[in-house]
């Protein structure tokens, strides 16, 4: 009985954490006094059901009042939900693009919204671990449901509505939080309309932070978009191949449907996972695979626990992008930001190909903002007194070539499964979306 009470003391509470009530109808959003930026949450249960339906109306809303709006949806990972230390550091995020002059000067309304579940199920150090199968499968089971696809959709489709002067549309995932954005779009992704038009998606960009899935449904991704595109060398584009069915519109080689980003150094989703993995296969007595097919290699197969046991971003048959060192660099004369500014140089300046910068030092600086939950958007936030700048280059190492991207990201950059909020991480993220948006 002791053993019972300890442990349910040990969960975590189920939520929602940020209610809305006849009093506060809009508690599920917040913001600085200036407006600069809002920021919502939609918080789903372990079987991806909406905690509380008025979270999704109260992003709506914002976003309908929005002339210019320029939208991050944001999924949190394992360890994570909507009161952890990742809500302060998306915070930090959306406040450094609203400090950026050029958000101000095209009057852009920069909003986001952070989709909780319960990645943190356990709160007892150690234990917490032992979640990992848990929080794995719960995970699944909100991508497997209606409710996040559903929202993620009314949120895209609300941002690009007719009467909008301009509007983009980007999603994030993180860890499992990757698997979640993985496995709620891969089904759009592939879905056509009743025209026969595919690739109607109402988002304008998707990107995962060291996905911490398994690599099958990855792999069968990029088949079918093996099966649907060829690459043109000439157009720089995805083009359809003879024979396929419906209308395939040629697709930019720099506008990927889908890119995972990988930290070279990522012990989390490297190395604990495939031990987590192969445990679960022990445990389950799993020996039986079938032989599947690589993609882009010509019909070679392998034995898909190649796929089931790795991440994708750790998956030698998938890898198709790596970013690589172009050595050090000067920044721009004309930048008016002060902080991360190769930031402001990624979004402004169009280098060549898929070069850009990096501007800081990854010491994990901008930590200091985020020591909980909590964000101070009236804080001054200077530069980094470690400024190094930087260029690199995203480029094209083997595999598939399809329009979804799956790159190793050097230590320098994103370091280790929790980097994606570094500096360095940003500028990268900034790149892909002027890349993107065709800038």
């Known amino acids: 009985m002791l053993a019972s009470a300890m442990l349910l003391g040990a969960c975590a509470a189920y939520g929602p954490y940020h209610p809305n009530t006849a009093t506060e109808p809009l508690n599920s959003v917040r913001g600085p006094a200036d407006g600069r930026y809002k920021m919502a949450f939609i918080e789903f249960g372990d079987q991806g059901s ?58 852009i309304d920069l909003i986001g919204v952070y989709i909780a579940w319960r990645g943190k199920d356990l709160t007892v150090p150690g234990l917490d671990l032992l979640t990992f199968w848990n929080r794995k499968s719960t995970g699944g089971e909100v991508a497997a449901q209606n409710g996040c696809l559903a929202a993620i959709s009314e949120l895209a489709l609300a941002t690009r509505a007719p009467d909008k002067k301009l509007h983009h549309c980007v999603l994030m995932g993180h860890s499992f939080g990757g698997l979640v954005l993985g496995n709620t779009i891969s089904h759009s ?67 990927p449907l889908l890119v995972m980003l990988q930290a070279e150094n990522d012990q989390a989703t490297g190395g604990f996972f495939p031990i987590g993995a192969g445990l679960a296969n022990l445990v389950g007595l799993r020996y039986h695979w079938t032989q599947v097919s690589v993609p882009g290699r010509n019909g070679e ?83 980094s007194d470690n400024e190094v700048w930087r260029k690199w280059e995203i480029v094209y190492t083997g595999n598939a070539r399809v329009p979804f991207w799956i790159v190793r990201v050097p230590k320098e950059i994103i370091s280790g499964h929790g980097g994606l909020w570094s500096d360095n991480s940003i500028a990268l993220f900034t790149a892909l979306y002027r890349l993107h948006s065709g800038r």
Not at 70 to 85: C, E, M, R
Not at 189 to 202: K, V
Not at 304 to 314: A, H, I, L, Q, V
Not at 330 to 353: D, Q, Y
Request: a neutral charge; charged letters at 25%.
């Open 301 to 383: 197969k392998v034995s898909e626990k190649e796929f089931e046991t790795r991440t994708p971003g750790n998956n030698k048959y998938l890898i198709n992008y790596q970013v690589v060192p172009r050595g050090e660099a000067t920044p721009p004369p004309w930048l008016k930001g002060i902080e991360n500014r190769a930031v402001e140089a990624n979004a402004v300046h169009n280098l060549r190909g898929r070069v850009f910068y990096t501007s800081t030092k990854n010491d994990g600086h901008e930590n200091k903002y985020c020591q909980g939950s909590t964000y101070n958007p009236d804080e001054r936030k200077l530069a």
């Open 50 to 107: 909406a905690l509380d339906e008025s979270q999704r109306a109260a992003a709506l809303s914002v976003i309908r009042k929005a002339e210019r709006p320029l939208l991050f949806v944001y999924i949190h990972g394992w360890q994570n939900d909507a009161v952890s230390g990742d809500t302060c550091k998306f915070e930090h995020f959306l406040d450094t693009l609203s400090r950026f002059p050029e958000m101000r000067e095209h009057k």
């Open 189 to 255: 992704i592939l879905d056509a309309s009743s025209t026969g038009e595919r690739n109607s998606n109402p988002w304008d960009m998707a990107v995962a932070f060291n996905s911490a899935d398994d690599s099958i449904s990855t792999r069968q991704l990029m088949s079918e978009l093996d099966n649907i595109y060829k690459y043109d060398p000439v157009r720089h584009a995805y083009v359809g191949r003879s024979g396929v069915l419906g209308t395939v519109a040629p697709i930019d080689e720099n506008r």
